[in-house]
């Protein structure tokens, strides 16, 4: 399925990797929102568990792995084209990673990938509303919650 104009909507995960007062971005490579800065992140293949899906973007984007918490948020994410069609569709789930392992390097859909510093992200652009999420994960992480239960039925 495309993923520009698709026929539903595309489930994906992102992962708000804290390193003590950092947070890891990445520099978006590819459409939507080219140039911007996120959490690594994409699309959940056919088969995948979301925590699978997390780890694998991940290390594709940045080259890290991680210890995966909670989901911090899940999100709607609807685009619209100039004439109202709409243009994508995702469906995100945004995990809690700590513990970052590996040597930091920009992977695929990604032009740079950087820790950067919580009290610097206002000088960041990134996507709409990220800044409240990547708050709302260091308020998780520091109060040690563990988030909704979580189950995935394989068979």
Do not use: N
């Not at 992962?15 to 950092?22: A, E, F, M, P, S």
């Not at 995702?90 to 390097?105: H, N, S, W």
């Amino acid at each position: 399925m495309s993923r520009r104009y698709p026929e539903r909507p595309i489930v994906a995960v992102g992962v708000l990797v804290l390193d003590g007062d950092r947070v890891l971005l990445v520099k978006r490579a590819r459409p939507p929102h080219v140039g911007r800065w996120t959490v690594p992140g994409g699309g959940v293949e056919v088969g995948e568990a979301l925590e699978e899906a997390a780890l694998r973007e991940l290390g594709e984007e940045t080259g890290l792995a991680c210890t995966l918490g909670p989901v911090v948020e899940v999100l709607d994410r609807v685009m619209r084209d100039g004439d109202g069609r709409v243009e994508y569709h995702y469906v995100i789930l945004d995990f809690l990673g700590a513990q970052p392992t590996g040597t930091l390097l920009a992977g695929s859909d990604c032009a740079e990938a950087r820790w950067v510093p919580l009290a610097e992200l206002g000088s960041y652009e990134t996507t709409d509303g990220l800044a409240p999420v990547i708050e709302r994960a260091r308020t998780m992480r520091d109060a040690g919650e563990r988030g909704p239960y979580r189950d995935t039925e394989r068979s």
